[in-house]
T-cell receptor, first 113, second 112 residues
Framework: DTAVSQTPKYLVTQMGNDKSIKCEQNLGHDTMYWYKQDSKKFLKIMFSYNNKELIINETVPNRFSPKSPDKAHLNLHINSLELGDSAVYFC????????????FGEGSWLTVV | GNSVTQMEGPVTLSEEAFLTINCTYTATGYPSLFWYVQYPGEGLQLLLKATKADDKGSNKGFEATYRKETTSFHLEKGSVQVSDSAVYFCALRPAGNTPLVFGKGTRLSVIA
């Protein structure tokens, strides 16, 4: 069983489109994250949710809107895609008392053309 | 601010060679330090960690020692295998309820 699963794994889309990346974790964790890995391989936090509530939003453009319908899901919706949004997006989860151990999904490779 | 600097890759080694991947950090206070590994086609997973100065984290033959005096957390393995080929990320967690800060990652390729 995959602990943190995200779909799609690969996505190629045109500038200006709106797209979503879905994430689900079956670990029973309360906290979920979205990280972005850019072309220079930097891996940076974008959002963090705890029990469906936003707790971290790291200066991400408001074209990016996370949605957490329940604590097992954290979806990332991106409006009006730009070339610079091309990156690998990683979903992750952890338990509040065990923040040091974060479980990552396999990543979603987004290419905007 | 908080940041992690790790050696540029890729690193290519022969099987059974000794591995060192350098990692240095800048942080306020006393962070926890981590190494994560990403095998091909998989997500990142925790390899080892150390939460205070002079602690040594170890797992799967890999080791790293938290050196406060040199602000370093170098990853070492005495004898690498082909199955160790992956991207290795050094990371820190600053004190308090803050997210992990990652380095750029170092790709390791081990050839038979």
């Amino acid at each position: 069983d995959t602990a943190v699963s995200q779909t799609p794994k690969y996505l190629v889309t045109q500038m200006g489109n709106d797209k979503s990346i879905k994430c689900e974790q079956n670990l029973g964790h309360d906290t979920m994250y979205w990280y972005k890995q850019d072309s220079k391989k930097f891996l940076k936090i974008m959002f963090s949710y705890n029990n469906k509530e936003l707790i971290i939003n790291e200066t991400v453009p408001n074209r990016f809107s996370p949605k957490s319908p329940d604590k097992a899901h954290l979806n990332l919706h991106i409006n009006s895609l730009e070339l610079g949004d091309s990156a690998v997006y990683f979903c992750a989860s952890s338990q509040p008392g065990q923040r040091d151990t974060i479980y990552f999904g396999e990543g979603s490779w987004l290419t905007v053309v | 601010g908080n940041s992690v600097t790790q050696m540029e890759g890729p690193v290519t080694l022969s099987e059974e060679a000794f591995l060192t991947i350098n990692c240095t950090y800048t942080a306020t206070g006393y962070p926890s330090l981590f190494w994560y590994v990403q095998y091909p086609g998989e997500g990142l997973q925790l390899l080892l960690k150390a939460t205070k100065a002079d602690d040594k984290g170890s797992n799967k033959g890999f080791e790293a020692t938290y050196r406060k005096e040199t602000t370093s957390f170098h990853l070492e393995k005495g004898s690498v295998q082909v199955s160790d080929s992956a991207v290795y990320f050094c990371a820190l967690r600053p004190a308090g309820n803050t997210p992990l800060v990652f380095g750029k990652g170092t790709r390791l390729s081990v050839i038979a």
